[in-house]
């Protein structure tokens, strides 16, 4: 997978898998235009912005993993505002087969297995 995150590092961006699906989060900041500067005849002026033409604010993404994906093997590289997302893929001999599971008891009780949630740290 790859995702255009111009402008963004690696603290800005989060990934998590949880119940099989692939989200991908973050928030670019808006640029303050009082805090840029421009020497001109040896003076610091302030400048003023006419247009931005920049996003802004927090944005997600989320994308449904194949059944055959090997989530232990997820890795993340941001590199000049391109983030590609790896993994490798089970084999079909290598994927687990799905399980009936009985109900105990009369009540209500859940008794469902608890999905594994991962999350992952971009390389630089």
């Known amino acids: 997978m790859i995702l255009d995150v111009p402008g963004l590092t690696r603290d800005e961006v989060r ?13 670019r900041k808006r640029e303050d ?3 840029r500067t421009k020497k001109r005849s040896g003076e610091m002026m302030r400048l ?5 033409e920049r996003s802004h604010g927090k944005f997600w993404r989320q994308f449904r993993m194949p059944e055959n994906a090997d989530l232990s093997s997820l890795r993340a590289k941001l590199a000049n505002g ?10 079909p001999d290598m994927m687990e087969e799905r399980k009936t599971v009985g ?3 009369a009540g209500g009780g859940d008794s469902a297995a608890a999905v594994p949630r991962y ?6």
Do not use: C, F
């Not at 003023?48 to 931005?52: D, L, S």
């Open 15 to 27: 990934i998590e898998v949880e119940n099989w699906v692939l989200r991908v989060s973050g928030e």
């Open 33 to 35: 235009a009082e805090m």
């Open 48 to 52: 003023q912005w006419h247009r931005v």
């Open 82 to 91: 391109v983030l590609t997302i790896t993994y490798a893929k089970l084999s």
């Open 103 to 105: 109900i105990d008891g």
């Open 119 to 124: 999350r992952v740290k971009p390389e630089l």
